[in-house]
């Protein structure tokens, strides 16, 4: 079998990777069997819910209230709601939004508690909002939190009674500013009996639904997820991302407190997020399915007799294509990178010399700076004069996404298309993301999985070399981290691709790195005039987003700006 039929089947197989790590399970009827959670089920509250924008103190959300409270009654919780005064700041906000200025509004949360056998154990919360924006009617943000939380309740109660009480916080003012999540985690009694809290929410309608947030110190917790969830989403690198971002949630007012907590959110298809088109109609099902059954599952592993998870140090974990949960110790990153290393020497002794690997190791350096540059410039030319929408922005990602594709590919094929690598080549190439990993090794081991373990994939395949046994090595160990980096460069994307395309050069430098040791070269000629086609296309896109008017999907409160 040719190298370059090989290189196809990894591409092949990589792809079909990115596309399962990616895309949600399908939504399950609601006439599935009652221990399992349907997102059919959880649709007709999403309908009531979300059938109108209801924004905090309105007479639409007392609507909203009314019907959680009910339903949480019916399924035998015991219900109260708790209303306080909104803050200065939150009552500015929601004058903006309604027109409609009131000194004082007063906000309510809903309170649910599912009776455990054992009521003096530390109890398991599960947290969404009801309130949305000012012209939106929150379907997805988030009503599918809200819904799922209440399947979730209704799937946890079809079991029988639990050994701990099960607490359904949902919060009023989220939206102003976290202002439900404030008061009770530093006001309400019920607080003390709390040990575990789950949070959901939405920036988008649709897309996997991932474990995006932990408490500090999760190692434990993050053990009990990987043994709990079927299909989980979620890493310890969007964990540590999240930590440096300025966004927040309702689990953010959990954060130095003694609580364990979980933050689970959907982020695709970002055009709907705040939007006024964000109906029930609009909402990715099986992005509902996936998060309910990923809480279902969670929650009924921690309602369990069981200790609930304390502190333990941080882990490095991630979801392999949705399959399972691999979690490891920070610190077996430097035994990664060791053996990486020594695998490189085995390698750079197949051919080569010192000149064949500054080559190499200047191709990937030159890669890395010249995608950076092309994906600000088109990025740059997508932009325009003045400041961006950035609804409209989060609008334009899926043309973004192929924008970035073409201009990253374009680069490739200039630094690398005609290139033909003896082994110590190779070496070179993988010696700027070797260093780059023992970096993050260092400042962010959590985070530092996703070079160091694709650069020792790359480092194996090299050093078993040649031949058709270093051909399917090479297929059997890159196709799974082109996949994860399809995913990964999909994720960055959709999280940061509106402002900051140039993050996808790492997933695309990692990519580069598992093709290469089944990479032959094209003709100069050919390679020139794809990357030159591939250019193009980046631009013609990037031109597209540019001149498009104003899309409308974006927020009625930021149309004018």
Request: a neutral charge; one cysteine or more; glycine letters at 12%.
């Amino acid at each position: 079998m040719s190298k370059r039929l090989i290189l196809l089947a990894a591409l092949v197989l990589g792809v079909l990777l990115g596309i399962r790590a990616t895309t949600p399970p399908a939504p399950v009827g609601a006439g599935a069997p009652p221990q399992v959670f349907a997102a059919g089920r959880a649709m007709a509250d999403v309908r009531a819910i979300a059938a109108w924008p209801h924004l905090a103190a309105s007479p639409e959300n007392a609507a909203v209230r009314a019907h959680i409270a009910r339903r949480m009654a019916m399924m035998g919780m015991e219900v109260r709601e708790t209303p306080f005064t909104a803050p200065p700041e939150s009552a500015k906000r929601l004058a903006w939004w309604s027109g409609k200025d009131v000194a004082a509004p007063v906000l309510t949360n809903v309170i649910g508690v599912l009776p455990g056998k054992d009521r003096s154990l530390p109890a398991v919360l599960l947290m969404a909002h009801h309130d949305t924006v000012g012209g939106s009617p929150g379907a997805a943000d988030d009503t599918a939190g809200v819904s799922a939380l209440l399947e979730t309740v209704r799937a946890v109660r079809s079991g029988g009674q639990q050994a701990r009480d099960l607490i359904v916080l949902i919060t009023d003012g989220e939206e102003l500013g976290l202002d439900g999540a404030r008061h009770f985690f530093t006001a309400d009694p019920l607080r003390a009996h709390v040990g575990a809290v789950i949070n959901v929410e939405a920036r988008g309608g649709g897309g996997r639904t991932t474990l995006f947030e932990t408490s500090a110190d999760n190692g434990a917790a993050i053990a009990r997820a990987a043994g709990a969830i079927q299909r989980p989403g979620g890493s310890s690198l969007a964990v540590f991302i999240y930590k440096v971002l300025p966004n927040d949630t309702d689990l953010s007012e959990t954060r130095g407190g003694p609580w364990t907590g979980y933050n689970f959110a959907f982020i695709g298809r970002p055009q709907l997020y705040h939007s006024p088109k964000a109906t029930p109609d609009a909402l990715d099902q099986g992005a509902l399915q996936d998060m309910g059954a990923q809480v279902l599952d969670l929650t009924r592993e921690l309602l369990r007799a069981e200790p609930l998870p304390g502190k333990t140090a941080d882990v490095v974990f991630f979801d392999v294509f949705g399959l399972f949960l691999l979690v490891y110790p920070a610190w077996l990153g430097w035994g990664m990178l060791a053996v990486a290393a020594g695998a490189l020497v085995v390698a750079v002794g197949r051919g080569g010399g010192w000149g064949d690997g500054l080559a190499g190791a200047a191709r990937m350096l030159a890669l890395i700076v010249l995608a950076g540059v092309v994906l600000w410039a088109v990025n740059a030319l997508s932009l325009g004069p003045g400041s961006p929408n950035y609804y409209d922005r989060l609008a334009a990602i899926p043309r973004l996404e192929v924008m970035a594709l073409c201009g990253g590919m374009a680069a490739v094929l200039l630094v690398l298309g005609a290139w033909k690598a003896r082994p110590a080549g190779l070496v070179g190439a993988a010696l700027p993301l070797l260093v780059l990993g023992a970096v993050l090794q260092a400042l962010a081991p959590t985070a530092a999985y996703v070079v160091v373990l694709p650069v020792l994939l790359a480092a194996l395949a090299m050093a078993v070399g040649e031949g058709m046994a270093g051909r399917l090595v090479a297929l059997a160990l890159g196709a799974p981290v082109i996949g994860y980096m399809i995913a990964l460069g999909h994720q960055v994307m959709q999280g940061v691709g509106p402002n900051m395309p140039m993050a996808a050069v790492l997933p695309l430098a990692v990519t580069v790195l598992a093709v290469l040791p089944l990479w032959e070269g094209l003709g100069a000629r050919t390679a020139r005039i794809a990357a030159a086609v591939l250019l193009v296309a980046a631009l013609g896109t990037a031109l597209t987003v540019r001149l498009d008017p104003l899309a409308d999907t974006v927020p009625v409160y930021s149309a004018d700006k």
